[in-house]
């Protein structure tokens, strides 16, 4: 997806908030916006210029993981939201569909926009809003037909929600009387702002249900010029994509390798994706790929 010039503000505001984590003067953190700043060009690849803006910060910085913190808050807050996200499971007659409202509210989690969230109250309100798109029947048809699918990760804290979706996403093909599917997880090979990365997908539990694959890239989204060749591969052979949160739609969703075989579940949190996806902003989304990706303008 390109980069438009709402963007700029958007991310810089990400970046401040990140850089605030850090040890270092005030003045030289804004010093490396402004050094990097005439980068953030309207056109260019919103996902590659980030990645390349967060691995120049890090290196000047020497912060390895300035929200190391910041995701350990909020995998514990998802994880405190458990007991009550499994209660309105067991009291939904369609436990598939109600689990992937469940990952949606996973997708809210994120510092990149806002500093505080209250994860019980989104569980319960999520439930009684409706998704601006929403291919569900789709999803699920192509879950029975699949032997494989690839959940590409989004940020800590919604990692936990999507353990109980793969959880979901096991229960309801057994019940369907079908083989198990071969479920890979895929997250960051290093930190970038609070995506999730490998240790937190063990603590969603994902590895009871799922192969772990490191994507191959410490940068947000899966930009195809950036992951691993055998990620690559991964994504290009499996029956099914799950792909969560607007960076992995930003990178994919005019890449017909990944798009046409993939579901995309997010908010649309700003106008640009908004745009793209064809939903208000805030909408809820979960999109056929297949079906959609054909219709979907980069607006930059």
């Known amino acids: 997806m390109r980069l438009q010039a709402t963007c700029v503000g958007c991310q810089t505001s990400a970046i401040l908030r990140a850089l605030r984590r850090v040890d270092v003067p005030a003045q030289r953190k804004l010093q490396l916006i402004e050094d990097y700043s005439p980068k953030f060009q309207t056109g260019a690849d919103i996902c590659l210029t980030l990645n390349d803006f967060y691995r120049s910060a890090r290196s000047a910085t020497g912060a390895f993981d300035p929200l190391a913190q910041d995701k350990a808050e909020q995998n514990a807050a998802a994880l405190a939201a458990m007991p009550l996200a499994r209660r309105i499971l067991d009291e939904q007659p369609d436990r ?19 500093e505080s969230f209250d994860v019980d109250q989104a569980v319960l309100g999520l439930m009684e ?49 079908l083989a198990p599917l071969r479920i890979t997880v895929i997250v960051k090979s290093g930190p970038v702002i609070n995506d999730a990365m490998r240790a937190d997908a063990e603590l969603a539990g994902l590895d009871r249900f799922a192969t772990i694959v490191e994507s191959g890239s410490d940068g947000i989204g899966l930009p195809p010029s950036e992951i691993a060749p055998a990620v690559h591969d991964l994504l290009t052979g499996c029956d099914l994509i799950l792909a969560k949160g607007m960076a992995n739609f930003e990178s ?15 908010k649309a949190k700003c106008l640009p994706v908004a745009s793209v996806a064809q939903v208000p902003v805030n909408g809820m989304v979960l999109a056929d790929g297949s079906d959609r990706c054909r219709s979907w303008h980069d607006q930059g």
């Open 252 to 266: 994919t969703f005019d890449y017909p390798a990944f798009a046409e075989h993939a579901f995309f579940l997010l």
């Open 129 to 177: 809003t409706d998704f601006a798109v929403y291919d569900y029947e789709a999803f699920r048809a192509r879950l029975v037909a699949a032997d494989s699918l690839a959940l590409s990760c989004d940020n800590a804290g919604e990692v936990i929600f999507d353990g109980l979706l793969v959880e979901e996403i096991v229960r309801f093909r057994a019940e369907q009387g």
């Open 96 to 114: 598939l569909a109600t689990a992937i409202r469940l990952a949606a509210v996973g997708n809210m989690i994120d510092f990149a926009f806002g």
